[in-house]
């Protein structure tokens, strides 16, 4: 009987305002993005050991820092952006590898403009 598998935590189609951009009227004002992150957290029992939050990792906490590190300044860079956040991701305890998937939604009227960047294990 297999105990253990790999876990993946995922979150899509988060939703927000940053400011992010080299037009002058990105440099302005907020425009929406949305970011799509997967966090590789390795081998895990396919049951957790208890019931209990503390020992798993939060994603509510996942989705604040995401959040934060992409509202906390103004970057000219979507690059920029999804480096600075895929390292704070990394940090996270447990976590082995990061996707991570960041689309400016307002650039063109007939697409969307994405960067996804990987790294660590998968």
């Not at 997967?38 to 895990?44: A, D, F, K, S």
């Not at 860079?77 to 390292?87: A, D, P, T, V």
């Amino acid at each position: 009987m297999t105990k253990a598998g790999t876990q993946i935590l995922t979150l899509t189609g988060l939703r927000f305002d940053a400011n992010v951009g080299i037009l002058d009227h990105e440099k302005t004002a907020p425009q929406p993005i949305l970011v799509d992150a997967e966090l590789n957290l390795g081998t895990q029992p396919l049951v957790p050991r208890d019931d209990d939050i503390t020992h798993v990792l939060d994603y509510r906490k996942v989705r604040r820092i995401i959040i934060d590190e992409c509202t906390a300044q103004h970057v000219n860079l979507l690059e920029s952006l999804i480096g600075k956040l895929c390292n704070r991701l990394m940090q996270l305890p447990g976590v082995l590898g990061v996707r991570v998937r960041i689309a400016k939604l307002r650039i063109f009227d007939d697409c969307e403009v994405a960067i996804r960047m990987e790294t660590g294990l998968w």
